[in-house]
C-alpha cells in the first residue's frame, strides 16, 4: 500500500496569516494517463471529511481561493494564503492512483 | 445535488454482521459516472478505505484486502442505494463509518453523514 505521510500533525495560526501543509507519498502518484491523483480534504469538527483540492491542485465547486495545492510526484503542499475561522478542522490528503486508496495521518489546524 | 443517509444500527455484537445502508438522492446507483465508496475512520486506524462499487455496463467491486474475506458492498438499483455488510466483527471493527460518491479514482465529492458502529457485547 501507499503510504502517506503529512507535516506537521498540527498547526495553531493567528487569522489572516498564512498555513502550509506537507504531504509525502511512498510511491509516485503520477498516472500512466498524465494525472497526479492527489487530494485534499479537510474535516470540520463533528462533520465528514469534504473536497478541498484534487489532481494536486484544482479546487474543487466552491472552495474559495485561498487554498492552493501544488507539487509533483511524491511532494505536495496544501497552502491557506490567510488562514480564516472556519478553516479550523483536520487536514488530509489522499492518493488515488492505487488500490487500496490511503489517507494521510491528518493536519489539525487550529486558530490562535 | 447529491446527498447520502446512512442508516444501520450503532451497536453490533462481536462475531455479528454489521450491515448499513447508504440511501443515494440526487444520482443513480447504476450512473456511468459515479463510484460509491465505503470508508471508516477510527482512532487507531485514521481514515480507511474500504472498498467501492461501480456500473459501467456491467458492476464492478473491489475492496481493500484487510476486510476482502469479511466484506461485501452491493448495489440495490430498485431502492437507489449501496449496501455494506461486513462479517465475524472485532472491536477493532469499531468505528465510524462512511458511504461517499467518487467521480473517479479518490474524487470523494460527497459523503454521507457517517454512522459510528460499536463492536462490543
Known amino acids: 500500500d501507499i503510504v502517506m505521510t503529512q507535516t506537521p500533525l498540527s498547526l495553531s495560526v493567528t487569522p489572516g496569516q498564512p498555513a502550509s501543509i506537507s504531504c509525502k507519498s511512498s510511491?509516485?502518484?503520477?498516472?500512466?494517463?498524465?494525472?497526479?491523483?492527489l487530494y485534499w480534504f479537510l474535516q470540520k469538527p463533528g462533520q465528514s471529511p469534504q473536497l478541498l483540492i484534487y489532481?494536486?491542485?484544482s479546487r474543487f465547486s466552491g472552495v474559495p481561493d485561498r487554498f492552493s495545492g501544488s507539487g509533483s510526484g511524491t511532494d505536495f503542499t496544501l497552502k491557506i494564503s490567510r488562514v480564516e475561522a472556519e478553516d479550523v478542522g483536520v487536514y488530509y490528503c489522499?492518493?488515488?492512483?492505487?488500490?487500496?486508496?490511503?489517507f494521510g495521518p491528518g493536519t489539525k489546524v487550529e486558530i490562535k | 445535488q447529491v446527498q447520502l443517509q446512512q442508516s444501520g444500527p450503532g451497536l453490533v455484537k462481536p462475531s455479528q454482521t454489521l450491515s448499513l445502508t447508504c440511501d443515494i438522492s440526487?444520482?443513480?446507483?447504476?450512473?456511468?459516472?459515479?463510484?460509491w465508496n465505503w470508508i471508516r475512520q477510527s482512532p487507531s486506524r485514521g481514515l480507511e478505505w474500504l472498498g467501492r462499487?461501480?456500473?459501467?455496463?456491467?458492476?464492478?467491486?473491489d475492496y481493500a484486502v484487510s476486510v476482502k474475506s469479511r466484506m461485501t458492498i452491493n448495489p440495490d438499483t430498485s431502492k437507489n442505494q449501496v449496501s455494506l455488510q461486513l462479517n465475524a466483527v472485532i472491536p477493532e471493527d469499531t468505528a465510524v463509518y462512511y458511504c461517499?460518491?467518487?467521480?473517479?479514482?479518490?474524487?470523494?465529492?460527497?459523503w454521507g453523514q457517517g454512522t459510528l458502529v460499536t463492536v462490543s457485547s
Open positions: 461517499a460518491r467518487a467521480r473517479t479514482r479518490g474524487h470523494f465529492d460527497s
Open positions: 440526487g444520482d443513480s446507483v447504476s450512473s456511468n459516472s459515479a463510484i
Open positions: 462499487t461501480y456500473y459501467r455496463s456491467k458492476w464492478s467491486t
Open positions: 510511491q509516485s502518484l503520477l498516472h500512466s494517463d498524465g494525472r497526479t491523483y
Open positions: 489532481e494536486i491542485s
Open positions: 489522499v492518493q488515488g492512483i492505487n488500490l487500496p486508496f490511503t
